[in-house]
């Protein structure tokens, strides 16, 4: 018999979900731009899409930091 940690570990046989997987994401909100965040494709971060801004990156636009990201990050500690 199964105890009650283990019932919410097995996987729904609709889909790959987890029943103790909590809904929704860690940066907030529903959908997919409703947080207003997106990661930088050189550091990684997620930053609000008003501190981006659109770079050719092997010939395709890319979200980046703006200015940079050193400068953003700078920017944001002495903020804080």
């Known amino acids: 018999m199964l105890d009650?940690?283990?019932e919410k570990t097995v996987i729904d046989p609709k889909g790959l979900r987890y029943k103790?997987?909590?809904?929704?994401s860690p940066f907030g909100?529903?959908?997919?731009?409703?947080?207003?965040?997106m990661s930088c494709l050189l550091c990684g971060k997620h930053r609000?899409?008003?501190?981006?801004?659109s770079r050719q990156v092997l010939g395709r636009p890319q979200?980046?930091?703006a200015p940079s990201?050193?400068?953003l990050d700078e920017i944001l500690?002495?903020?804080r």
């Open 77 to 79: 500690a002495q903020q």
């Open 20 to 24: 103790s997987k909590s809904a929704g």
């Open 63 to 65: 979200k980046v930091c």
């Open 48 to 53: 609000p899409q008003a501190m981006l801004k």
């Open 4 to 6: 009650d940690d283990d």
């Open 69 to 71: 990201c050193k400068e």
């Open 29 to 37: 909100g529903k959908g997919a731009f409703v947080g207003g965040t």
